[in-house]
């Protein structure tokens, strides 16, 4: 085992983002492997799983649901279950969602358009590996693209997402309809994360913001701490 900590990034049919992702996670000290759907377990020494960005399934039935099903998310669950670091990027959000490993579901936006552009997030929560080395109220530049990125649960279940802390992530102005502008959430336990923008593509400044820097280096060394047997 190097230093580098192995980030296993889930490759569905429709997935358009894991290169990126690896590429994001390599520059940021991970040694990032791309895992099949098919396969029903993770590589031995797995310290995080990201579910990238794209269109799992061609987006049939809703975003998500079919990806819930894949061989490869028994495998994620147990995972989770055991404390293992997972983050949802976009798609990834909505298959977490859908599997229930993460509250709330992700619904068309509410201008029934595609929205791609740059977003402010502001931090709400540092309670999860990935924004620990942020501060409450830190502002992230970080791009979204996606058609189903609006978030929703119901009013009972957002007050106790607030009160609990699990609200991360929130977007500074009212992008696509999302209850509260929430933009992250993440598990009870919260080690399972996941977020609409993309933070794999908000890691260098010669191509734009550095927002999704801090998220990811929360996760390569949570997965770092998981390999060495700090957690």
Known sequence: ????????????PGSNDEGGAAL??????????LLWHAETELPPGTGAV?????????????CGAIARFAPVMGAVRRF?????????????????CEARLLPGVLRPNRQLEFVCRDVIVRVESTNTPFTRGCSVGDELVIPVKNGEGNWYADGELVAGLESGGQVV???????????????????????????????????????????????LLGLVEAARERQLGVV
Request: negative net charge; charged residues 15%.
């Open 1 to 12: 085992m190097t230093d580098r900590p192995t980030v296993v990034v889930i490759v569905f």
């Open 24 to 33: 994001a996670l390599e520059a940021l000290g991970g040694a990032p492997r």
């Open 50 to 62: 990201v579910l990238p960005g794209g269109f799992s399934y061609g987006d049939y039935l809703r």
């Open 80 to 96: 989770a279950d055991e404390g293992g670091p997972v983050l949802g990027i976009c798609n990834g959000f909505q298959i977490l």
């Open 169 to 215: 992530l929130r977007y500074a102005e009212d992008v696509n309809g999302s209850v509260g502008r929430v933009a992250g959430v993440a598990s009870a336990a919260g080690n399972v994360m996941g977020l609409m923008p993309h933070p794999e593509h908000a890691v260098d400044s010669l191509l734009g913001s550095t927002g999704g820097t801090p998220i």
